[in-house]
T-cell receptor
């Protein structure tokens, strides 16, 4: 089975801190995605990557950046965390050959 | 902007009842997926429908894709407490992006 692993299940950070969320997948998928999930809003795409070192903005990229130095790892960076970035963050991957997304268990980030 | 509207947002029913969840859009999608998410976990794919008018069954769950490929429904027959969770529809644009609905939170009481 495909495994998408997010480094932290829960994180609490202070306003202004730099935050790193890590995601690793073990099935050699080309594409990786970062979503945030908020009640009543569903999943919104922050950034995605279709290849190593390649990144594309999603629908809500403001305040975030990403890094993909290796195929299996996709990092989400909050340069200066703000309270409105408190959310559940979900990482996903999928191969080029199928449209199915494989999700990690999520990181619940609280910014105080 | 492509949107997927899901209804109802919340559903609380007794075990054994039937229910239908709807997913509607003004946009055409190349395929539509249904995911289920349990607390503390990421969404897991239940089914993908591709052809307009397609109907797929997964045990007590029946999924239908509208003829125009703009809408979909999920029908659960004789709901069980194990069906409790967040159901998400997701539209495939054919590119890299998948558009998600806001979700339907289902609670089935024993």
């Amino acid at each position: 089975d495909v495994k998408v692993t997010q480094s932290s299940r829960y994180l609490v950070k202070r306003t202004g801190e730099k935050v790193f969320l890590e995601c690793v997948q073990d099935m050699d998928h080309e594409n990786m995605f970062w979503y945030r999930q908020d009640p009543g809003l569903g999943l919104r795409l922050i950034y995605f990557s279709y290849d190593v070192k390649m990144k594309e903005k999603g629908d809500i990229p403001e305040g975030y950046s990403v890094s993909r130095e290796k195929k299996e790892r996709f990092s989400l960076i909050l340069e200066s965390a703000s309270t409105n970035q408190t959310s559940m963050y979900l990482c996903a991957s999928r191969p080029n050959s199928v449209r199915k997304l494989f999700f990690g268990s999520g990181t619940q980030l609280s910014v105080l | 902007t492509q949107l997927l509207e899901q209804s109802p947002q919340f559903l609380s029913i007794q075990e054994g009842e039937n229910l239908t969840v709807y997913c509607n859009s003004s946009s055409v999608f190349s395929s539509l997926q249904w995911y289920r998410q349990e607390p503390g976990e990421g969404p897991v794919l239940l089914v993908t429908v591709v052809t307009g008018g397609e109907v797929k069954k997964l045990k007590r769950l029946t999924f239908q894709f509208g003829d125009a490929r703009k809408d979909s429904s999920l029908h659960i027959t004789a709901a069980q407490p194990g069906d409790t969770g967040l159901y998400l529809c997701a539209g495939d644009t054919g590119g890299f992006k998948t558009i998600f609905g806001a979700g339907t939170r289902l609670f089935v009481k024993a």
